[in-house]
């Protein structure tokens, strides 16, 4: 038997790395190509692993580890202070979701009762932390507005994965008694464990802090401590993982507890969504059908419970349409809470293999639309106009005076215009009214507005946005963006349009590559920043601050110069 499961683990291991290095090649998911590898070797597949109760089982450490390093990642202040535009969406969306969809599959299928329409309603309601997180940092958009958007909805959904395993246990017999039974042990469990983090685990930890590998193995002891009590108290174990994360989280040795634990946890996580894979049905057409309608409901869902809250809180077509992309497929956490319904006998297998083929499906068709997101905001932007929804540009949002001319015109607003603007009010603040600034984040236009600088919101991309921002009549234009973050053109394309409209004015642009410098000025370009060079210079002053002793005295000078500025982005 023992040498039938090292087997069994090894043939897991081994079909999840020749898929998942497949799948790179195509730059498919990871979890994805686990699922493949587990259809493949399993039942349904070459039926090389007929018997899956052993991986199963080990594959549950898995899920334990995969939890507790979800709430690990959890940032408690983040959740608790979350904005008023993540909080409102987030709640319509979850909420929403939730209900519809409870609706839609009780009635249509393809649940066989209302308790297997709950859960698969909730799992169409949560979106992919581990997708979304790797597209925006492939796109360089965690820090832009709709970045931040999907993140804090992802926290929220995360926060109602958390109640939903508290409950799961009591839902086949939904009385107040044991409704009340299961809240008092989730109180309890909370208490024990915020308890434990704030009185117990510190000192232990403190005492072991110089011997990483106790760190480790004390960090694990408790995962599994916490979930074996959440057992004890007829709670999912899971949810008893989850929370032990959550209560160390903020514990100066979690960023080494994640590093140690993460090859550990992937390597049961793999073996966990391999069985998961092990468990989708052989493709039928009924089966392939209800895939496709689950994907719709939950496209069409995204777009009734996230769009329209959005729009209506003023954040713009943009950042309304590219939020609503960003959360449209099935989360990792929706498989793992089937997983557990099925354990339960509320989910059934067929329920499994439908979300687990939708996972698949919309993680390919989620990425690529995320991808090419600005087309899809220019193919829906003439529809929405029809609908009579009009961008910020359109409405009063946006107060134009009747000369919107301006001597300097900033066209996008990051990091360095913001600096630049900081610099400006130190030196020079009589040229705040001389100045434009031009871009699509809605919380920028605020904020600009509030320190007297004038703001026109549009797409520095689009030709149309140049010309009513009246780059025509400008005498400096400067673009400050990289390429690597401007949409749909970069700093070449954006030079050669603003020489057709403006031939005579100044024109300052960014190159990242130094190869791009000749290239600019043969276009056109008054001058050409290449803030690498300035950094470059800044860490030579470091190390020759370093070398004379005089690093902390210059360390107190930029201190002291900082705590005096102001800035639209800190």
Not at 105 to 132: C, E, H, K, R, W
Not at 150 to 172: H, M, N, T, Y
Not at 284 to 306: K, N
Request: net charge neutral.
């Amino acid at each position: 038997m023992d040498n039938v499961l090292a087997t069994n683990i090894a043939l897991c291991i081994i079909a999840a790395w020749v898929v998942a290095v497949i799948c790179q090649f195509v730059r498919l998911p990871l979890l994805l190509a686990y699922l493949a590898a587990g259809f493949t070797i399993g039942p349904q597949g070459f039926k090389a692993i007929t018997n899956v109760h052993d991986i199963q089982t080990i594959s549950e450490i898995g899920l334990a580890l995969l939890l507790f390093m979800v709430g690990l990642e959890i940032d408690l202040k983040k959740m608790l202070s979350a904005g008023r535009v993540i909080t409102l969406t987030a709640l319509v969306q979850i909420g929403g979701g939730t209900l519809l969809g409870w609706l839609v599959f009780d009635l249509l299928g393809p649940a066989q009762n209302g308790l297997g329409a709950l859960y698969l309603a909730v799992a169409a309601a949560m979106s992919s932390t581990v997708l979304i997180v790797k597209i925006l940092y492939d796109q360089r958009e965690l820090e832009s507005l709709a970045g931040r958007i999907s993140l804090g909805v992802l926290v929220l959904q995360d926060v109602a994965i958390i109640l939903f395993l508290a409950l799961q246990p009591s839902l086949k017999n939904p009385a107040l008694l044991p409704l009340v039974k299961a809240f008092g042990s989730v109180m309890l469990l909370l208490s024990v464990a915020f308890l434990a983090s704030r009185s117990v685990l510190p000192p232990i930890f403190k005492l072991i802090a110089r011997l990483p590998e106790l760190v480790l193995v004390g960090a694990i002891a408790w995962c599994f401590a916490m979930a074996g009590f959440a057992a004890y108290l007829h709670l999912s174990s899971a949810i008893g993982a989850l929370v032990a994360g959550v209560m160390i989280s903020t514990f100066p040795y979690t960023l080494d507890i994640v590093a140690r634990v993460t090859s550990l946890r992937d390597f049961f996580v793999t073996l966990f969504f391999v069985s998961l894979g092990m468990a989708i049905p052989l493709p039928t057409w009924s089966g392939i059908l209800w895939t496709l309608c689950f994907c719709a409901f939950l496209i069409v869902s995204r777009f009734a419970t996230i769009f329209p809250v959005l729009y209506s809180l003023r954040q713009g077509y943009r950042v309304s349409l590219f939020s609503t992309i960003n959360l449209c497929q099935v989360s990792e956490l929706s498989l793992v809470l089937l997983a557990l319904g099925r354990a339960s006998g509320d989910v059934s297998e067929k329920i499994i293999g439908i979300a687990a083929m939708a996972f698949a499906l919309l993680a390919v068709g989620s990425t690529y639309a995320s991808l090419d997101n600005s087309r899809l905001l220019q193919l829906f932007s003439p529809w929405l106009n029809r609908l009579g929804l009009r961008d910020l540009d359109h409405t009063s949002f946006f107060h134009r005076s009747d000369d919107p001319r301006r001597r300097i015109c900033l066209l996008g607003f990051s990091g360095t215009a913001s600096s630049l603007l900081a610099e400006i009010h130190r030196e020079k603040p009589g040229l705040f009214a001389e100045i434009m600034v031009v871009d699509f984040n809605p919380t920028v236009y605020h904020r600009l507005r509030q320190m007297g600088i004038r703001a026109a919101y549009g797409d520095i991309s689009q030709r149309d946005v140049l010309q009513h921002a009246s780059v025509q009549h400008a005498e400096i234009i400067i673009c400050s963006l990289p390429n690597t973050i401007l949409k749909g053109t970069n700093n070449l394309k954006l030079l050669r349009q603003l020489r057709e409209l403006n031939p005579a004015a100044v024109i300052i642009v960014h190159a990242e590559l130094l190869a791009d410098v000749p290239a600019l000025y043969a276009a056109g370009a008054s001058y050409v920043t290449a803030p690498r060079l300035l950094e470059a210079a800044d860490l030579m002053h470091a190390i020759e601050a370093a070398e004379n002793k005089l690093l902390a005295e210059k360390r107190s000078t930029q201190t002291a110069f900082l705590a005096d500025r102001s800035e639209v982005i800190p």
